[in-house]
């Protein structure tokens, strides 16, 4: 189901409509049948994996806290009678049996995400050594269709998982909760990654409709609609059209490309994230926020900190902290102490756990050496900020540079913009060599024409893309710009609602106006209903 499409607005509102009509006690149960339609909608089959997903970490989480509760008790009546030893020992087996119980749930959960995104592309690494030997290659007769947004749930059960293992919080006991946590239609597609403890809280609470989370709601989702209909679908199509072919158009009609595709993959994504966020304002529901302006970034670390925030936010606490705080790769930084010093000793576990952060990140992205890559090249900056950290400083007092300066400030923001948006292009231009092609022919290639139309290298009037649209894409590239300007100090919509209703109202009918009509036809004529981080 499209999420521009009349069937999603239907859909939409018929939920929104049954959620508010029924008594509240049966609000999340609505949210449960309409995200099990939404996500049938998708693919009838591919449903059973998201049942077995949820069913295998409710059985597990459960199955944990049952050993938790059983130690508590046998502890508490057995005080007077067990040696400390005697109780060490009780624990340390019960651990064993906690422990067991979360691999078990995380394997299977990992086998199936595994299996369905990365089947083909390992097959196709062991053909290769297998034809370096010369012996008869595996055929690939195996036809697999990657479940919608599988990426998504897997990851946030994961963590629901692993949080119940450490403790955080107790398992949910009832089976359509947590059913309804892992299939949450707004965000099962391209997220965010919620704990349970947050989304269950908004969930789970009886929700009263209010004319102020509807119209908040409403700005928000109209807002994301011109964001994806007006400027990412209509930028995809001069994206498209030098990124296929890269080599017939010079250095800077690549590079032209290349900032038009960082410009269409924020108004894409965030696009979706103010549709879904919106939407959920208008239920009542408040989902983690997934940007933070990150092209006003002043490094790639702090980027993805602003970027697609949730996920960066997992992998910190389930791959970054368990690594970086173990005690094997501590071990390792004090015997590495004496030879490499106090500070570079220091930044081992970080490394080592970074590295392995961002070979995670490229693989989550993309089954491909591309995205492979692409994590390893984001990684390799954020490491080498970490091991230059003294010299920067150094260099920094010795060049007088000040970090309140707002030149030194725009420097670093124009920097990270540029780095990011290489790095950005590395995957989407089709296979590795391809896009370091591409890195290559920006540099090589300096043909340069007085002429615009050369320069964006316009598609021409058979793929119904003329002035008029690069130009409204044109605008709402200038509008998110001073939006993010906005958002420094308070939301865009605190700015909006100050204003006269007699100001109010045109604005939001002219631009209801332009997204049912020049951005339903963009869409159309680019052919570009879907979003981009869907295929992630």
């Not at 012996?135 to 629901?160: C, K, M, W």
């Not at 997934?290 to 970034?297: G, K, L, Q, T, V």
């Not at 100001?503 to 209903?529: D, E, M, Q, W, Y």
């Amino acid at each position: 189901m499209s999420i521009t499409s009349l069937t999603f607005f239907l859909f939409a509102a018929v939920t929104l409509v049954v959620y508010y009509c029924l008594p509240k006690k049966w609000q999340w149960y609505v949210l449960l049948a309409a995200s099990l339609v939404f996500y049938c909608a998708g693919g009838a089959k591919s449903v059973i994996y998201v049942l077995i997903t949820a069913t295998v970490i409710y059985f597990a989480t459960l199955g944990m806290q049952r050993i938790s509760d059983a130690q508590r008790e046998y502890l508490k009546q057995n005080k007077a009678v067990l040696s400390r030893e005697e109780k060490s020992a009780y624990k340390a087996r019960q651990k064993k049996k906690r422990k067991a119980m979360m691999l078990a749930a995380l394997l299977v959960n990992l086998a199936i995400l595994c299996t369905f995104k990365y089947f083909h592309f390992a097959l196709a690494q062991i053909n290769h050594l297998i034809r370096a030997v010369g012996a008869r290659e595996i055929q690939d007769t195996v036809n697999l269709i990657v479940p919608l947004g599988i990426s998504f749930y897997t990851f946030q059960s994961i963590g629901y998982l692993l949080d119940v293992y450490w403790e955080f919080y107790k398992p949910e006991r009832n089976y359509g909760k947590v059913l309804l946590f892992v299939s949450f239609f707004p965000q099962i597609t391209q997220g965010p990654i919620s704990n349970f403890e947050q989304l269950s809280a908004e969930l789970f609470t009886e929700h009263t409709f209010t004319y102020r989370n509807y119209a908040w709601g409403f700005q928000r989702m109209l807002w994301g609609f011109a964001k994806k209909m007006i400027v990412a679908n209509i930028l995809s199509v001069y994206v498209g059209r030098i990124f296929e072919g890269f080599q017939d158009h010079s250095g800077i009609t690549a590079l032209f490309g290349m900032f038009c595709y960082s410009v269409q993959i924020y108004a894409d994504f965030s696009g979706y994230m103010d549709i879904m966020c919106g939407y959920c304002e208008m239920l009542g529901i408040r989902l983690t926020e997934n940007f933070d302006r990150p092209y006003f970034s002043k490094s790639v670390a702090e980027y993805w900190r602003r970027w697609h925030i949730s996920l960066g936010t997992w992998f910190k606490k389930y791959v970054y902290y368990p690594i970086g705080m173990s005690g094997w790769s501590r071990r390792l930084a004090k015997q590495c102490g004496k030879k490499l010093g106090k500070y570079f000793a220091d930044t081992i576990p970080a490394t080592i756990a970074l590295v392995v952060v961002w070979f995670a990140t490229g693989l989550w992205h993309g089954a491909s050496w591309s995205y492979i890559l692409w994590g390893g090249v984001n990684g390799f900056f954020i490491i080498l900020t970490l091991w230059l950290e003294p010299v920067y400083s150094k260099v920094k007092t010795a060049l007088r540079i000040r970090e309140s300066s707002r030149l030194w400030a725009a420097f670093q923001t124009i920097r990270t913009f540029l780095l990011v948006t290489f790095i950005k292009v590395l995957p989407e231009v089709g296979t590795l060599s391809d896009g370091l092609r591409l890195w290559k022919h920006v540099f090589v290639n300096h043909e340069l024409r007085f002429d615009f139309r050369w320069i964006v290298a316009f598609p021409g009037s058979e793929m119904g893309v003329s002035y008029l649209f690069f130009l409204l894409a044109a605008a709402g590239t200038a509008a998110m710009f001073v939006a993010s300007l906005l958002q420094r100090k308070k939301p865009v919509r605190a700015y909006f609602n100050e204003l006269p209703a007699a100001v109010r109202i045109p604005l939001v009918c002219g631009l209801l106006f332009v997204v049912l009509t020049l951005g339903t036809l963009a869409t159309f004529k680019s052919g570009n209903g879907g979003f981009l981080y869907a295929q992630f």
